[in-house]
């Protein structure tokens, strides 16, 4: 064992979090002891390389395809009631409903949308008032 070091950062909550790395030179594929407390990593050399390139924000953190649809279902469930256009297919199918509106912000990304609708002044029809609305999600 080489080290310990304590990290100490501020969590979206604002409340403090304390980290604690013991860093081992044979660490690096050893079994995760289930006895660690809560916070307490026991990493090698190349897992502390991947800890900090995470944290320091060089390589995105890769989630799942169903970890973004779990997330996105959270965040159509907490505006429920506030956009009609995905009412019904929300309350057949929720899983579906989210994977489907998910895919349609991942293409308009990929082709070049920034996140931002402005409401077009020549057009009002329902089409319209569906983008904005998932827009705004």
Same mark, same amino acid.
């Given at each position: ?21 013991? @860093?081992? *030179?044979?660490?690096?594929?050893? =079994? !995760? %002891? +289930? /006895? ?15 800890? @900090?390139? *995470?944290?320091?924000?060089?390589? =995105? !953190? %890769? +989630? /799942? ?73």
């Amino acid at each position: 064992m080489i080290s310990l070091f304590h990290i100490t950062g501020i969590e979206s909550d604002m409340t403090k979090t304390e980290r604690t790395i013991i @860093l081992g *030179i044979d660490f690096d594929g050893a =079994p !995760v %002891q +289930t /006895s660690d407390p809560l916070f307490v990593n026991k990493i090698g050399p190349l897992t502390f390389l991947d800890f @900090l390139e *995470i944290h320091s924000g060089l390589i =995105p !953190v %890769q +989630t /799942s395809q169903l970890e973004r649809i779990a997330s996105f279902m959270a965040v159509l469930r907490e505006h429920r009631g506030e956009f009609s256009f995905y009412e019904e297919s929300w309350t057949r199918t929720p899983f579906n409903a989210a994977r489907r509106m998910l895919e349609w912000i991942d293409a308009w990304y990929l082709h070049g949308w920034n996140g931002e609708m402005e409401y077009p002044t020549d057009s009002t029809g329902e089409k319209t008032t569906c983008i904005l609305e998932l827009a705004a999600l």
